[in-house]
Protein backbone atom coordinates (compact mmCIF):
# COMPACT_ATOMS: atom_id res chain seq x y z
CA UNK A 1 0.00 0.00 0.00
CA UNK A 2 2.91 2.61 0.71
CA UNK A 3 4.66 2.09 -2.40
CA UNK A 4 1.22 2.65 -4.26
CA UNK A 5 0.88 5.64 -2.30
CA UNK A 6 4.58 6.85 -2.82
CA UNK A 7 3.09 5.94 -7.02
CA UNK A 8 0.36 7.88 -6.57
CA UNK A 9 2.09 10.98 -4.83
CA UNK A 10 5.10 10.66 -7.66
CA UNK A 11 2.13 10.98 -10.45
CA UNK A 12 0.31 13.84 -8.91
CA UNK A 13 3.59 15.49 -8.41
CA UNK A 14 4.30 15.21 -11.71
CA UNK A 15 1.31 16.24 -13.27
CA UNK A 16 1.45 19.70 -11.34
CA UNK A 17 4.73 20.23 -12.48
CA UNK A 18 4.30 19.40 -15.95
CA UNK A 19 0.73 21.71 -15.75
CA UNK A 20 3.33 24.40 -13.54
CA UNK A 21 5.97 24.31 -16.60
CA UNK A 22 3.11 25.02 -19.42
CA UNK A 23 2.50 28.47 -17.55
CA UNK A 24 6.49 29.18 -16.55
CA UNK A 25 9.55 30.87 -18.26
CA UNK A 26 10.95 29.28 -21.34
CA UNK A 27 14.48 29.64 -22.77
CA UNK A 28 15.22 28.92 -26.58
CA UNK A 29 18.65 27.80 -27.40
CA UNK A 30 19.10 26.40 -30.78
CA UNK A 31 19.30 26.69 -34.19
CA UNK A 32 16.74 28.77 -36.53
CA UNK A 33 16.78 27.94 -39.94
CA UNK A 34 15.85 30.97 -42.75
CA UNK A 35 14.98 29.63 -46.32
CA UNK A 36 16.39 31.88 -48.60
CA UNK A 37 14.77 31.59 -52.38
CA UNK A 38 16.94 31.75 -55.44
CA UNK A 39 14.89 31.51 -58.43
CA UNK A 40 15.07 34.87 -59.23
CA UNK A 41 18.79 34.67 -58.91
CA UNK A 42 19.58 31.83 -61.23
CA UNK A 43 19.23 33.24 -64.00
CA UNK A 44 20.66 36.91 -63.07
CA UNK A 45 23.70 34.61 -63.15
CA UNK A 46 24.34 34.30 -67.22
CA UNK A 47 23.25 38.37 -67.83
CA UNK A 48 26.13 39.41 -65.03
CA UNK A 49 28.46 37.03 -66.39
CA UNK A 50 28.00 37.94 -69.94
CA UNK A 51 28.16 41.95 -69.31
CA UNK A 52 31.50 41.04 -67.23
CA UNK A 53 32.99 39.25 -70.20
CA UNK A 54 31.74 41.75 -73.20
CA UNK A 55 33.71 44.59 -70.87
CA UNK A 56 36.85 42.31 -70.81
CA UNK A 57 36.57 41.86 -74.31
CA UNK A 58 36.48 45.24 -75.13
CA UNK A 59 39.45 45.73 -73.17
CA UNK A 60 41.40 43.35 -74.25
CA UNK A 61 40.81 44.50 -77.76
CA UNK A 62 41.66 47.73 -76.92
CA UNK A 63 45.28 46.58 -75.57
CA UNK A 64 46.31 45.06 -78.88
CA UNK A 65 44.81 41.62 -79.07
CA UNK A 66 44.59 40.10 -82.54
CA UNK A 67 41.29 39.16 -83.55
CA UNK A 68 41.90 35.49 -83.87
CA UNK A 69 42.65 35.88 -80.19
CA UNK A 70 39.67 37.84 -79.16
CA UNK A 71 37.63 35.12 -81.11
CA UNK A 72 39.36 32.02 -79.26
CA UNK A 73 38.63 34.07 -75.89
CA UNK A 74 35.14 34.94 -76.77
CA UNK A 75 34.78 31.49 -77.31
CA UNK A 76 36.27 30.63 -73.89
CA UNK A 77 33.89 32.82 -72.22
CA UNK A 78 30.72 31.75 -73.62
CA UNK A 79 31.49 28.21 -72.97
CA UNK A 80 32.38 28.68 -69.37
CA UNK A 81 29.12 31.14 -68.99
CA UNK A 82 27.60 27.94 -70.45
CA UNK A 83 28.83 25.35 -68.16
CA UNK A 84 27.78 27.36 -64.85
CA UNK A 85 24.16 28.19 -66.18
CA UNK A 86 24.31 24.53 -66.65
CA UNK A 87 25.04 23.54 -63.29
CA UNK A 88 22.90 26.02 -61.76
CA UNK A 89 20.03 23.94 -63.40
CA UNK A 90 21.16 21.06 -60.93
CA UNK A 91 21.15 23.81 -57.85
CA UNK A 92 17.86 23.36 -55.30
CA UNK A 93 15.58 26.90 -55.89
CA UNK A 94 15.83 27.13 -52.22
CA UNK A 95 18.79 27.19 -49.61
CA UNK A 96 18.50 27.31 -45.74
CA UNK A 97 20.83 29.79 -43.99
CA UNK A 98 21.02 28.40 -40.32
CA UNK A 99 21.59 30.98 -37.77
CA UNK A 100 22.50 30.70 -34.08
CA UNK A 101 19.18 31.39 -31.80
CA UNK A 102 18.09 32.06 -28.40
CA UNK A 103 14.29 32.84 -27.30
CA UNK A 104 12.36 33.98 -24.21
CA UNK A 105 8.86 32.78 -23.45
CA UNK A 106 7.01 34.86 -21.41
CA UNK A 107 3.41 33.44 -19.99
CA UNK A 108 0.66 35.52 -20.20
CA UNK A 109 -2.75 34.85 -18.43
CA UNK A 110 -4.93 34.82 -20.96
CA UNK A 111 -7.35 31.96 -22.48
CA UNK A 112 -6.62 32.39 -26.21
CA UNK A 113 -2.60 32.78 -25.94
CA UNK A 114 -0.68 31.39 -23.36
CA UNK A 115 2.69 32.79 -23.67
CA UNK A 116 4.76 35.51 -25.58
CA UNK A 117 7.63 34.13 -27.86
CA UNK A 118 10.31 36.33 -28.33
CA UNK A 119 13.25 34.79 -30.28
CA UNK A 120 16.20 35.62 -32.93
CA UNK A 121 19.44 34.43 -34.80
CA UNK A 122 22.78 35.82 -36.38
CA UNK A 123 25.63 34.22 -38.24
CA UNK A 124 28.18 35.84 -39.41
CA UNK A 125 31.35 34.86 -41.59
CA UNK A 126 33.59 34.54 -38.62
CA UNK A 127 30.96 31.65 -37.26
CA UNK A 128 30.84 30.35 -40.30
CA UNK A 129 34.60 29.76 -40.50
CA UNK A 130 34.71 28.38 -36.61
CA UNK A 131 31.74 25.99 -37.58
CA UNK A 132 33.26 24.54 -40.60
CA UNK A 133 36.65 24.54 -38.10
CA UNK A 134 34.95 22.39 -36.01
CA UNK A 135 33.58 20.32 -38.58
CA UNK A 136 36.65 19.85 -39.80
CA UNK A 137 36.74 21.89 -43.21
CA UNK A 138 39.27 24.68 -43.40
CA UNK A 139 38.04 27.60 -45.61
CA UNK A 140 41.14 29.09 -47.31
CA UNK A 141 41.67 32.93 -47.14
CA UNK A 142 40.86 33.99 -49.29
CA UNK A 143 38.87 31.52 -50.58
CA UNK A 144 40.64 31.92 -54.09
CA UNK A 145 43.22 33.06 -55.67
CA UNK A 146 44.53 32.88 -59.00
CA UNK A 147 47.65 34.50 -61.33
CA UNK A 148 46.80 35.30 -64.93
CA UNK A 149 49.31 36.42 -67.66
CA UNK A 150 48.09 39.32 -69.50
CA UNK A 151 50.50 39.73 -72.03
CA UNK A 152 54.23 40.35 -71.09
CA UNK A 153 52.88 40.80 -67.80
CA UNK A 154 50.35 39.34 -64.78
CA UNK A 155 47.34 39.66 -63.07
CA UNK A 156 46.43 39.18 -59.65
CA UNK A 157 42.98 38.11 -58.33
CA UNK A 158 41.87 37.10 -54.68
CA UNK A 159 38.37 36.54 -53.59
CA UNK A 160 36.51 36.47 -50.36
CA UNK A 161 33.67 37.02 -49.12
CA UNK A 162 31.52 38.44 -45.75
CA UNK A 163 28.25 37.40 -44.77
CA UNK A 164 25.45 38.33 -42.00
CA UNK A 165 22.31 37.19 -41.43
CA UNK A 166 20.07 37.66 -38.57
CA UNK A 167 16.67 37.36 -38.31
CA UNK A 168 14.07 39.01 -35.05
CA UNK A 169 10.37 37.56 -34.57
CA UNK A 170 7.53 37.75 -31.82
CA UNK A 171 4.54 35.26 -31.60
CA UNK A 172 2.01 34.97 -29.60
CA UNK A 173 2.03 30.64 -28.65
CA UNK A 174 -0.85 28.66 -27.67
CA UNK A 175 0.63 25.77 -25.60
CA UNK A 176 -0.71 22.01 -25.25
CA UNK A 177 1.50 20.05 -22.33
CA UNK A 178 0.89 16.26 -22.36
CA UNK A 179 3.92 15.83 -19.39
CA UNK A 180 6.72 14.26 -21.72
CA UNK A 181 5.54 16.57 -24.82
CA UNK A 182 3.90 19.54 -25.95
CA UNK A 183 2.68 20.84 -28.86
CA UNK A 184 2.67 25.16 -29.47
CA UNK A 185 1.23 26.71 -31.95
CA UNK A 186 2.35 29.81 -32.94
CA UNK A 187 1.45 32.93 -34.65
CA UNK A 188 3.12 36.31 -35.59
CA UNK A 189 5.91 38.77 -36.93
CA UNK A 190 9.06 38.21 -38.31
CA UNK A 191 11.88 40.30 -39.93
CA UNK A 192 14.84 39.00 -40.99
CA UNK A 193 18.16 40.22 -43.49
CA UNK A 194 20.99 39.64 -45.16
CA UNK A 195 23.90 40.21 -47.05
CA UNK A 196 26.94 38.75 -48.63
CA UNK A 197 30.09 40.90 -49.59
CA UNK A 198 31.84 39.90 -52.13
CA UNK A 199 35.74 41.07 -52.36
CA UNK A 200 37.64 40.82 -55.25
CA UNK A 201 41.16 42.45 -54.60
CA UNK A 202 43.05 42.63 -57.73
CA UNK A 203 46.58 43.56 -58.86
CA UNK A 204 46.54 44.48 -62.59
CA UNK A 205 48.89 46.75 -65.30
CA UNK A 206 47.99 50.55 -65.14
CA UNK A 207 46.48 50.02 -68.55
CA UNK A 208 43.76 47.36 -67.44
CA UNK A 209 42.32 49.00 -64.11
CA UNK A 210 39.67 50.92 -65.28
CA UNK A 211 38.48 48.12 -67.77
CA UNK A 212 38.77 45.46 -64.69
CA UNK A 213 37.00 47.71 -62.17
CA UNK A 214 34.03 47.93 -65.32
CA UNK A 215 34.17 44.13 -65.65
CA UNK A 216 33.74 43.20 -61.44
CA UNK A 217 31.29 46.06 -61.42
CA UNK A 218 29.18 44.51 -64.27
CA UNK A 219 28.86 41.02 -61.76
CA UNK A 220 27.21 43.51 -58.97
CA UNK A 221 28.49 41.74 -56.18
CA UNK A 222 27.63 45.02 -53.88
CA UNK A 223 23.90 43.76 -54.41
CA UNK A 224 23.72 40.46 -52.77
CA UNK A 225 21.56 41.15 -50.09
CA UNK A 226 17.73 40.88 -49.03
CA UNK A 227 15.17 42.05 -46.36
CA UNK A 228 11.72 41.18 -45.36
CA UNK A 229 9.16 41.72 -42.72
CA UNK A 230 6.70 38.95 -42.40
CA UNK A 231 4.08 37.15 -41.27
CA UNK A 232 4.42 33.77 -39.97
CA UNK A 233 2.57 30.50 -38.42
CA UNK A 234 4.43 28.07 -36.66
CA UNK A 235 3.72 24.42 -35.11
CA UNK A 236 6.47 23.11 -32.27
CA UNK A 237 6.57 19.55 -31.08
CA UNK A 238 8.64 19.32 -27.94
CA UNK A 239 10.03 15.86 -26.38
CA UNK A 240 11.31 15.54 -22.68
CA UNK A 241 10.82 16.65 -19.14
CA UNK A 242 8.22 19.43 -18.45
CA UNK A 243 11.73 22.24 -17.80
CA UNK A 244 14.10 20.39 -20.19
CA UNK A 245 13.03 18.91 -23.89
CA UNK A 246 14.36 18.98 -27.18
CA UNK A 247 12.06 20.76 -30.12
CA UNK A 248 11.75 20.99 -33.23
CA UNK A 249 9.79 23.62 -35.04
CA UNK A 250 7.87 24.34 -39.05
CA UNK A 251 6.63 27.97 -40.13
CA UNK A 252 4.84 28.81 -42.60
CA UNK A 253 6.12 32.60 -43.74
CA UNK A 254 4.10 34.86 -45.84
CA UNK A 255 6.13 38.29 -46.55
CA UNK A 256 4.22 41.11 -46.30
CA UNK A 257 6.78 43.79 -47.36
CA UNK A 258 10.60 43.04 -49.07
CA UNK A 259 13.74 44.83 -49.27
CA UNK A 260 15.78 43.22 -52.40
CA UNK A 261 19.18 44.24 -54.38
CA UNK A 262 19.64 43.62 -57.68
CA UNK A 263 20.15 39.76 -57.40
CA UNK A 264 16.40 38.97 -56.69
CA UNK A 265 17.17 36.89 -53.46
CA UNK A 266 14.21 36.63 -51.18
CA UNK A 267 12.82 34.75 -48.51
CA UNK A 268 11.39 31.51 -48.99
CA UNK A 269 7.87 30.41 -47.64
CA UNK A 270 8.95 28.13 -45.23
CA UNK A 271 11.20 28.79 -41.86
CA UNK A 272 12.41 26.38 -39.36
CA UNK A 273 14.25 25.66 -36.41
CA UNK A 274 15.81 23.13 -33.35
CA UNK A 275 17.32 23.05 -30.15
CA UNK A 276 16.32 22.85 -27.00
CA UNK A 277 14.06 24.24 -24.07
CA UNK A 278 14.16 25.29 -20.91
CA UNK A 279 11.65 26.39 -18.64
CA UNK A 280 11.78 27.65 -14.82
Known amino acids: MRARGVSAAFAISFILLAGLTARAVGLDL??????????????????????????LLGLAGDQGTPPSELAAL????NAGIANV????????????????????????????????????????SSWARSLARVAGVVLPEPLLEQIL???AETARFALDADALVWAIAADGVKRFDLWIAALSLS??????????AVNVEREVP???EGGVDSAVAALHLADLRWAALAARLGARLELGLPFFRIYAEARLVAPLAE????????VAGWAGAIGVVIRF
Open 30 to 55: GCEVVLIDLTGAYPKVSTALEASADV
Open 74 to 77: ETTF
Open 85 to 124: VAALATFPRAIPVPLLGAGLEIPLPWIVVDALRLSGGCLD
Open 149 to 151: PLG
Open 187 to 196: AGLGYSAGAL
Open 206 to 208: VAW
Open 259 to 266: WIGWWDLR
